[in-house]
């Protein structure tokens, strides 16, 4: 069984409670269920973490690397800013994994801030705006892509 590390960052572990209007109802540990159970139907084994501190979410990923693993990862606040992760994530793709950058609401659709990704120029690939749907649909793409 393929195994994937799905990442999360700053904040995420308060879903449920931070702008729920934007994030919605579930919680974190509701995603980590939905991620779960997603990952096994489709024949995949998910590991799901989240930190708000950036050395975990850059360690991690040189984990992944380390152990041949694929990557979905919620930069959230990191994507805009944080290079260092920027450059662990490459390490991911350059070493020949895939690594799928996910947001559950649409960052062009708010904050200007918000319209800039430092973690999408490295990523395979980015799904944004479906909501926790966003985290379904990437684990699909991991598997229809092979």
Request: hydrophobic share 45%; charged share 20%.
């Amino acid at each position: 069984m393929a195994s994937v590390l799905v990442l999360n960052g700053p904040n995420l572990g308060r879903l449920g409670i931070r702008e729920p209007d934007v994030y919605g109802s579930a919680t974190f540990d509701d995603l980590r269920q939905m991620v779960t159970d997603w990952a096994g139907a489709l024949g995949l084994e998910a590991e799901v973490r989240q930190s708000d501190d950036e050395t975990d979410l850059v360690r991690w990923l040189h984990e992944a690397v380390d152990a041949g693993s694929d990557v979905v990862i919620n930069p959230a606040a990191f994507t805009h800013y944080s290079y260092a992760l920027r450059d662990a994530a490459a390490m991911v793709t350059k070493g020949g994994l895939r690594l799928i950058e996910v947001h559950i609401s649409n960052p062009y659709a708010r904050e200007e801030f918000r319209h800039h990704s430092v973690i999408g120029g490295v990523a395979t690939g980015t799904i944004a705006g479906f909501g926790i749907d966003s985290y379904r649909l990437a684990l699909v793409a991991l598997c229809e892509r092979n």
